[in-house]
């Protein structure tokens, strides 16, 4: 039975046909439940931005707003006082998109080429170096900021963009050169041996070879670093000025302040509206994931 | 021949140029801080770091407090459950979404947004849906449940497990994001192969998707505990490590005592006891895991 | 040669000009608020008046501040003036000589003569030199009681702490959380500190927290103060609120009796439009021994080297306490002025009690200007632990206790 039936097997096409078998139902019901226990704050959120405070004060949770009123959302973005400025989220956001963007690109560009290099040019020294970063992925950070403010100051470039953005490469390195350098290494090695025969040099393979077949783990990386870097807090207020100050310090000053009134539902927009960039990113590369990975899986 | 010698250095000379960023980085940031974290946990070092030696009396009144004990006790019991957790819920959401689920784009944005959102915010969600008086407690006791009991952020033996919670919430995301990725990247010809075979499906994810993704594994591992051992943010804005101390753990002992006791001495011996830890722990498993390849060059 | 004679005398004509230009001086503090700010408005304004501009740095969170005013002045990009609390806080900074000395704008404006009291100014003087501008008084002896709760419960709005201890288990029995408390160590230590003022004679509060003096700490008048702490833990029970001002949305809601808060509760009241002495009473001292301590904010300067600059924070630190600004800005926070001279008609109810009190002299200093940063840190846990634990007894405390003061600098 086994030989000839297992011999006219179809490919794995279209799963169940039956919509509502006890498999689907399993599987789609486990999600549906997991998803709720993820959904359910954003739903807090969510409802309770767009109710004004006297609701609020009555105290349901999960009660939908009687009144829904956009107010909450316009305050935050650009009415809500931090400190004198009464201009809300607004006044961080360029910042930290300013910021942002050129600490991921070198941050990611850094790490990629030290994975690579890590991953299939192996020299002496070069694993030492490396276990030295993953232990440096696990000292916290307050530890770390006074030898990099004094590091920084006798370097000249303490207070400048240019030190941030080293600051979050620093921070960065370790997990992002992991990530690539266990990518690397899981790739066919007759690749890279093949791109040598033919001559390429180090950077030739590298941007010939292996960056094209990389778009998956960049993906990841640039998730990663975005979340991380655009939510960050505490850089962000330690090696600039006010002017250069990232979103995060607005959204802290929103949400934190100790004395007066707490206007949750201006806090909940505030959040929200901070959270919309790294959400988008997921959501865009969500297309790139799927299908990179699944056409990254080479066999050689 | 003997000539290949003395270009040693010289060998993959491109290589270690382009890694010079790393290796600067790992001596003069990461060497060197810790060194001088190190150095500075044997002074009086208060607001300012100053070289008045003490010895090792911060050390001493670190490890009389109870405030540091019950840290590192919440930081056993937080880390040990987290890592299990988030790895078996992120790998079972993973496997799920893998099974090629309509609306798979709308599932994993919802398990993965909560990454997004600042711990600043997380905290203080669970902190309500937590409260007694306004939150699941009292939902579910309005259906009807009247004992139903459930305020662990304000019991000081199960606080913790309150914040466990809200750090599930927000961490397994990306693990499932990491494991979806590898699963992705296990060729189809596996499965093929397995189902033939007549292997069950979950004794084919045991024994052979999970060895096939070891590399993604330890990424994530190390993304997950590096996180763990790092955790503050989400801990002050929940509870502000308290009832009490309950919620304590080490990297909130460090700040405060940092910025709060303006003791910087006391902050850098903690420190240097968690690197410690931490130096125990990566250490034999770099030996182990590099030790191999010095024989290949 | 003419050429660059000629570009020499323009370019010297510009910076000439550009002098006389308004200067940037930065401001770092941690009010950010909606009510704070409008309360530092009052010295942008002023400053701003005087033809410079004030750029501001506001932080939420005296820690998180203070991590980066060090920082910025380590890197050697130092800001122009910062806030820190009265007290002990910016002692290093004095001593590492990062912070300008302004005795001569003290003696210029004769802060000696009209600071009152005038341990706001000993508090950050060393070795005889001042260095801050203090702007404020804040205090904590305050217990706000909610005449609704009381009044439901069938009784009398208790006048001092012990008729509301005393009335307590009637509340209980009513269904009413006899004192609201916010679970975070800051304020449990605030509690105890206040029934330590409060409860005591002045002598004795300044035995333990000034001389450090283990035996008044290990003492019986000391352990009368544990005993009330122990009542106040149980009537704060079921207090299941974090932060402080949801704490006194209770007592403005009528569901707990009351709180032991510092006068900026006062702030929550008057945005809930609730009237003292009808909804609810102001009793300094808990009403046992009318004394407040004098906590608050002061500013502080780094040293500048650019002449524009410092000649800025000359500016706005002689402003600071020139009466209209004492005013504007006190009347806006809720606290009480460094000056005993000026008008504060404007004033509600319980700020005036405060200033009678200010006035006839029942002051006690801060903890923050006895104590360093790290034992009040650790005085801050053993309350947290306390409050939070009842099977921690009043007398397993007292020790701690005594230890944390043994140790004490």
Redesign the interface.
Known sequence: M?NTR?MN?E?SGP?PKKTLSRNNIF??G??FV??V??????Y??IVTSLKGMPEI?M????APPVEVTFEPWVKAWSEQ??????DGLSTGFWNSVRITIPSVLVSIA?SS??G???AN????G??F?????????????????????????EMGI??TLTGLVIVH??FG???I???FR??F??LPEELFKAARVDGA???GIFFRVFLPMSV??FT?AV??QV?GIW?D?LFG???T???A?PM??Q????????????EYNV??AA?IL??LV??SI??VS?KL??RG??A??V?G | MDQKRPNQLFRNKTAKIAAIPMILTALFVFVGGTIWTITYSFTKSGLLPKLKWVGLKQYDRLWATKKWLVAIENLAIYGILMLLLVFIIGFILAALIDQKVRFENTFRTIILYPYAMSFVVTGLIWQWMLNPEFGVQSIVRDFGWKSFSFDPLYNSDIAIYGVLIAGLWQGSGLVMVLMLAGLRGIDQEIWKAARIDGIPTWKTYLMVVIPMMRPVFITTLVLVTAGIVKVYDLIVAQTSGGPGISTEVPAKYVYDAMFSGQNLGQGFAASTMMLLTVAIVVIPWALLEFGGDKKHG | MKIIRTILAATTALTVTSAAQATELEVMHWWTSGGEAAAVGQFAKAFNATGNNWVDAAIVGGEQARAVMVSRIMGGDPMGAFQFNHGRQAEELIEAGVLRDITDIAEAEGWKDIVNPSNLLDACTVDGRIYCAPVNIHSWQWLWVSHKAFEDAGLDVPTNWDEFVAGAPALEKAGTLPMAMGQQGWQQTGAFNVLMASLLPSDVYMSVYGDKNTDVAGGADVAKVFQAAADARAMASNSTVQNWNEATNLVITGKAGGQIMGDWAQGEFSVAEAKAGEDYSCLPGLGVNPRLSTGGDAFYFPVLKDEAKIAAQTELATLMLKPETQVAFNLSKGSLPVRGDIDMSAANDCMRKGLDLLAKGGLLPDTNMLLTPDTSTQLNDLFGQFFTDPSMSAAEAQKTFVDIIADAE
């Not at chain 1, 040019?121 to 002496?124: A, D, G, L, M």
């Open positions: 086994a297992t097997v490919p799963k599987l789609y486990t999600l997991i998803a226990y993820y959904a359910v704050p954003l807090v959120m004060r105290g349901n949770l999960f006082c931090t400190g004198l400025k009464c850094i080429v030290n690579y290099a890590l040019w192996r020299f002496k070069a694993n170096f490396f276990t030295i970063l993953i232990f440096g992925a696990f000292i916290p950070y307050q530890v770390m900021i006074y030898p990099i403010v004094i590091m920084l100051r303490y207070g490469s620093i390195m370790p997990i050169t992991l990530l266990n990518y290494t899981s040099g180090f950077w998956p783990i990841v998730i990663l979340t939510n807090f207020v330690v090696f000025g006010p002017e100050y995060t310090v959204l802290n000053s929103i949400v934190n302040s100790v004395q007066g009134v707490k806090n909940m959040t901070t959270a790294p959400l997921y959501f969500g994931f799927v990975i699944a990254g899986a066999k």
